[in-house]
Each structure stands twice: as C-alpha cells, then as structure tokens.
C-alpha cells in the first residue's frame, strides 16, 4: 500500500497527527494479506495478516511517540461509524515486534486529563478494580539491591558518600552507612520523618505529615530517659510506598525538606534494585512482573546530580496480564518483554520525561475503545 494512503488511513482512526522520526528516511508502511468486510453489527473490520512501520513519529497535543520499527501479525480491527465519520473501536493481535520506541513529553498531567482518566467509562472500570483490590506494589516486597549517593561541596551539611542496602524488601537504617571527613552520620527514622543525625545535629531529609506510616518500624532510644539511639528504624518498602500512594501527597508539611532539595542539586545517584515477582495495581495500570529467578526486572538507576534529573534503566522488563486505560480507551497484552529506559529531567519549563523502548516483543494484544459517556 502506498505510504500516503496508509499514513492517512492511520491518522483518520486513531485521530493523531503522523509525521516522520527520521527527515531522509520518511516514514515507510508495508502491508501484506488485506481485507475488508462488513460485520452483523453494522461494524466493518479490517484483517491484515502483517503490518510493519519505520521511522514515524506520531504527535499527539504535548505527547510525542518516535517509531524505530514495528511489526505486527495477524491484526484484525473493526471500524464504526460515529457522526458520520469512522472511528476506530478496536484491534486485536496475536503477536507485535518494536525496536526504537520513544515516548517523550512533559511530567505533569493537565486538569483535563486527570478529568478525562477520572471519569470516563474505560478509566473507571481499571480505577474500580484498583479499589477492589486496593494500590498493590508487590515487586517492591521482596525487592534487594544497593542506593548509593555522593554529595559533594554540600556546605549545608558535609561531603558524604551515602549507602543504602535494600534486603528482602526492607530498608534497615542501622545498616545505612554516611562516610565523611571526621565522624561519620549516620541515617534513621522518627516519627516526625527520615532523618540524617551528622556531628552539628539532626537534619530531616523527609518529613512526615502525621504518624504512624504503614512499613514503618521508628527509632528507639536505650533505657530510661537515655538521648542515645539504641535502634535506628526501617521501612518495609512495599507497605511504606503504598501507604504514601494511598494518602496522596500535599498532605500538611509532608515532602522534601528545603535543605534536602537544595542537596539534590549536588547529589549524585547510582544503583540497583532486583525486583521481586508480583502483582502491581495503581488507578488506570496494572499487571505483573515474573522471572525475578532469570534476572528480569532489575533496575538500573544513575544521576549525576538528582536535582537535575534521573535515569532508570531494565535491560529485561518482563510483564504479563498487563492493562492500561486512558480517557475512552483500553490497551491490554498477555506478556511484554522489552529493554527500556526511563529519563526524567528537570528544565526550566518544568519536568520532562523520555520513555525509551530500545527493543521488545509483545503478544496477545487487544485495544478497544468506549463510546463516549452520556451528557
């Protein structure tokens, strides 16, 4: 099928503008084995047993997506016929190869938006299984690796190499280490937030807005009226994380303290975290992770000042029954597999994102989209 027909096809139903990712490749389809035909409904659908794009760019408001190539077989769509126009209802197909998927755009989500992900029918039918089955961060229960930080010509408080061990989903500040010129500091946890205790005094790096937290063991000091701390606390990683999730943030004097943002800007960051298997739900996505056992889903994590911005990296992301919903619109697959990168930077405009799919599979696709809410 020729290009231009094809592009235009794509642009009427899925309502986006096409353009190219690469000025002298242009944006190329291939079309192989297709059909049309009316469905008992009054619905057509469309069979194509291969379709395959490279170097397209499709925009959408402030959302950009950048396709290196991407294959699809055995894909049947059907189409209807909304106020004269059609309109794209939904797709199926059994298996999907990319490689160079880049989703760019800013980190905020315009008042519209959240009204749209709120309120339409797709959106509320994953945010009432989200409820049913309440915010869940399995993989974070079982997760282990290493946070490690460097301040560096930080007069607020001191040059420090910070380390943080993560064991079996748990974070124990008597085991978190702050080395520095002189006696070291050292990390924990109160009632009042997570806490540095350095040789000039105690300095909150997160404050809590209310006690207690849900995966929160607090310091303890030694007997009687004793100023020593005998027990510097931990966090349960999973519990702690839903806990924030489900009460939102903005609660009273809850966040980063000034003095700790102000650090951040001089606070390098490198990592990694194996995460366990398990279920996720948060409003409007869900799924699972699996293959802990082969190495998949170990994340990388790299900054060099945190202030400035952040990279995650999973060289294996593997997913299963995995589902998201947006405005009128469900996109559901069987299994994901996939490398990806993650980049969020902070720019004067405010915070961005870069979403990198370097190369993955997909298969038992299925997108559908709702008829819009009644007025």
């Given amino acids: 099928m020729a290009t231009p027909l094809a592009s235009s096809i794509l642009q009427l139903l899925f309502g986006v503008d096409i353009g190219t990712s690469d000025e002298t490749a242009g944006n190329r389809f291939a079309i192989e084995g297709l059909a049309w035909g009316p469905e008992k409904d009054g619905a057509a659908s469309i069979r194509i047993d291969r379709l395959e794009a490279t170097s397209l760019q499709l925009t959408s408001g402030e959302l950009t997506l950048e396709i290196g190539r991407v294959a699809v077989r055995g894909l049947v769509a059907q189409i209807r016929n909304e106020a004269g126009a059609p309109q794209l209802a939904g797709v199926e197909a059994p298996e ?23 309120t339409a029918p797709a959106a509320e039918a994953l945010a009432s299984q989200a409820s049913a089955d309440e915010t869940s961060l399995a993989p974070l229960g079982t997760a282990h690796g290493t946070i490690r930080g460097q301040i560096t010509d930080a007069h607020l408080l001191f040059d420090a190499d910070v380390t943080v061990p993560v064991r079996g989903g748990q974070i124990d500040f008597n085991d978190a280490t702050v080395e520095h010129i002189g006696p070291d500091s050292r990390m924990g946890v109160s009632r009042l937030g997570i806490y540095v205790d350095a040789p ?26 004793s100023r020593w701390v005998s027990e510097r606390g931990k966090l349960q990683l999973q519990e702690f994380a839903e806990s924030m999730l489900r009460r939102g943030r903005g609660q009273g004097h809850e966040g980063l303290t000034e003095q700790a943002r102000q650090l ?44 400035r911005g952040v990279t995650t990296e999973i060289d294996s992301l593997s997913v299963r029954d995995a589902a998201t919903a947006a405005k009128n619109a469900h996109l559901r697959c069987d299994t994901l597999q996939a490398k990806l990168r993650l980049q969020l930077v902070s720019e004067d405009a405010g915070m961005r994102f870069v979403l990198d799919l370097e190369s993955g599979t997909a298969a038992g696709l299925r997108f559908d989209r709702s008829a819009p809410a009644a007025q």
Avoid: C, M
Avoid at 96 to 102: T, Y
Avoid at 203 to 216: D, E, H, R, W
Avoid at 293 to 301: F, Y
């Fill in 96 to 118: 999907a190869e990319f490689s160079g998927l880049k989703l760019h755009g800013p980190l905020r989500v315009p008042p519209q938006l959240h009204e749209a992900w709120n």
């Fill in 200 to 225: 000039n005094g105690r300095s909150y790096v997160y404050q809590f807005a209310s006690a207690p937290l849900a995966g929160v063991t607090f310091e303890r000091r030694g007997a009687l009226l």
């Fill in 264 to 307: 951040l800007g001089r606070t390098s960051l490198s990592g990694d975290l194996q995460l366990g298997d398990g279920r996720f739900v948060l409003p409007g996505l869900r799924g699972q992770l699996e293959g802990r056992d082969d190495g998949r889903n170990r994340i990388g994590l790299h900054s060099e000042a945190v202030g």
